[in-house]
């Protein structure tokens, strides 16, 4: 006869082991949640308080207070800055926005022939270095430029020539947040209008601009912030109009004052805090103006309205053009404006100064590690504030660490860096001079929209997946794995070109943590510029923007490939 055995004794050893591997992932969650807020404060906060630490002392590192503060504000000189950033950032916002606003008008409420290539030539900038557009500048309208009579102000170098240049460079972020904002709008508000008898003028101002008005102030945010903390452009054809990024810069490279370095950099802080605030406050009122009965907005045919959209399109495009066509010639030209002729000369870099095509390879080789590294922290840190159960505060802690990035200039990072890892007693000293500081500068940097799209990406996954796998006693991190991982596979690429791109075009981030064995080719074109050939670095400029086009060529055939392969789930296939 068989023996009984009781049920209780029968389920006992099941039910312990499914209470050490519930302690086990209880562990892994906490574990993974405590190793990515030390990695955000040892990169982040730690840094960030350094700087402000050193901003209350001397250049001996005695303790000052608030002199260094009463000093700057008592220097003409230096305050000086402070009107003149403010002034650039109002005059640059206005014209950006305006234009952008326009151009995202002509691809969403017209039939303009050729969107797809106007909207391609329009994000042209984006792979391109800052610093690109001010040397384009200098040949076409500088004192040697090809049409230097035309320039309608004084001179180039200076306000007006900031602001086009800049304008250039931030045209299409301002364009991403407007053209998005204005496709969200509802069509059937337009046909009530219509049926009311409104006229063209009337709709715009009634429901298309109250229906883009937190698009509108999220980019005027955004544009605003990128003007004043920008430093290339104002570096190369600034002249003398000094702003805060260039002070900052100066006060470190050219007096060595790193005190006065870091009291600049907590007032470049300020503004760019503020808009910060502000696109925040924008985000949480913002509401999707999509419902399930809304209507995409469909434009239909108008001679007039398709006509202005072609025209300005054009005009915005050849400019667009004008400006990488004018960098990558006078690359080529054997020497500007006495020899005309065309070759390789000022490709030659090893025979300059600025680190030469070991700077490209350098810059390559970061890039290609702020890709892989970035994406990977930034996959593990979203999933970590949406998808682990597990110390609530932590987790909101965790995700605005990663949003405050967004307010913090790449100059004030930097610096912040110098005096936190190069500080004798830390642990991580090691580090500062190395390719690894300078992926985690360019990780930390643009951290902010890589960590957004992941944390959206989650968002729209079915909320059942967690609790399916947990009732069927699936590790958690064996979903992610398995499941979470291929579903936002999209989001993961757009993610690590987004990181690639800007690695290599920023200057800001990494002017001042490089090496003599890690100078990148960003940095080259600001050394060469500075040391007056300026036609090598409109060379290595364009060798920045050709890489990056290639990248994000191979990106686009890359990812349609896989996922055709990984994407089926979407589609119901």
């Known amino acids: 006869m068989s023996q009984q055995i009781s049920p209780n004794l029968q389920h006992q050893p099941v039910s312990r082991l ?10 892994i969650r906490r574990v993974w949640l405590l190793t990515l807020i030390s990695i955000l404060a040892c990169a982040l906060v730690l840094p960030l308080g350094a700087l402000f630490i050193h901003s209350l002392q001397d250049s001996d590192k005695n303790w000052v207070g608030f002199q260094n503060f009463v000093n700057y504000l008592t220097n003409p000189a230096l305050t000086h800055s402070i009107g003149n950033t403010l002034v650039l950032g109002a005059v640059a916002t206005v014209i950006i926005i305006s234009l952008a606003f326009t151009f995202a008008w002509c691809m969403t409420r017209t039939q303009v022939v050729g969107k797809s290539v106007f909207k391609g030539i329009a994000y042209i900038p984006l792979l391109t270095p800052s610093l690109l557009s001010a040397i384009s500048l200098i040949y076409w309208f500088g004192n040697q430029g090809v049409l230097k009579e035309w320039w309608p102000f004084e001179s180039i170098y200076g306000l ?30 337009y046909e009530a209008s219509e049926v009311l008898g409104a006229n063209p003028w009337r709709t715009f101002f009634t429901v298309t601009l109250p229906g883009c008005k937190y698009g509108l102030i999220s980019a005027t945010a955004v544009i605003f912030t990128l003007v004043v903390t920008d430093f290339g452009i104002a570096k190369v054809i600034g002249g003398q109009y000094n702003v805060l990024a260039t002070d900052i810069y100066k006060q470190v490279i050219g007096q060595q004052n790193f005190s006065m370095g870091a009291v600049v950099s ?45 025209v300005y399109c054009s005009l915005i495009s050849m400019v667009m053009l004008a400006v990488i066509l004018m960098a990558g010639y006078s690359s080529l030209v054997t020497f500007w404006p006495y020899d005309l002729s065309l070759s390789l000369n000022n490709y ?24 892989v590294i970035g994406t990977a922290f930034i996959f593990l840190s979203a999933y970590g504030c949406q998808k682990i159960d597990a110390w609530p505060k932590l987790r909101k802690a965790i995700h605005m660490l990663s949003v405050i990035p967004s307010a913090v200039p790449g100059l004030v990072l930097g610096l912040s860096y110098i005096f936190f890892f190069n500080a004798p007693n830390n642990p991580l000293n090691s580090i500062y001079g190395t390719f690894l500081i300078l992926i985690i500068s360019s990780v930390i940097h643009f951290l902010t929209v890589g960590h957004l799209t992941m944390v959206t990406a989650f968002k729209q996954l079915p909320g059942e997946i967690e609790s399916v796998s947990e009732s069927l006693k699936v590790p958690f991190y064996v979903t992610m794995g398995r499941v979470t991982l291929p579903m936002t596979v999209p989001a993961i690429l757009e993610v690590g070109i987004y990181l690639f791109v800007n690695s290599m075009t920023t200057v800001s981030a990494v002017v001042f943590l490089y090496g003599v064995d890690t100078m990148l080719a960003s940095v080259a074109v600001l050394n060469m510029d500075d040391a007056g050939d300026t036609a090598p670095a409109a060379a290595m400029a364009m060798m920045i923007f050709i890489s990056a086009l290639a990248v994000k060529l191979l990106y686009s055939s890359f990812s349609y490939l896989l996922l055709k392969r990984t994407d089926k789930w979407r589609h119901g296939r």
């Open 160 to 189: 007006s020539g900031i602001v086009f240049a800049i304008s250039f460079w931030a045209f299409p972020h301002a364009l991403i947040i407007l053209t998005t904002s204005l496709k969200q709008q509802d069509a059937r508000l």
């Open 348 to 371: 030659q870099f090893d025979m300059m100064d600025g680190g030469g095509w070991g700077a490209f390879a350098n810059s390559l080789i970061m890039s290609a590690g702020t890709m």
């Open 266 to 310: 907590i007032v470049l802080l300020v503004p760019a805090l503020i808009t910060f605030m502000v696109d925040q406050w924008v985000q949480r009122k913002q509401q999707s103006m999509f419902d399930s009965k809304s209507i995409v907005f469909k434009p239909q045919k108008d001679k007039l309205r398709d006509g202005f959209g072609f």
């Open 18 to 27: 499914n209470v050490l591997n519930l302690d086990k992932e209880n562990l």
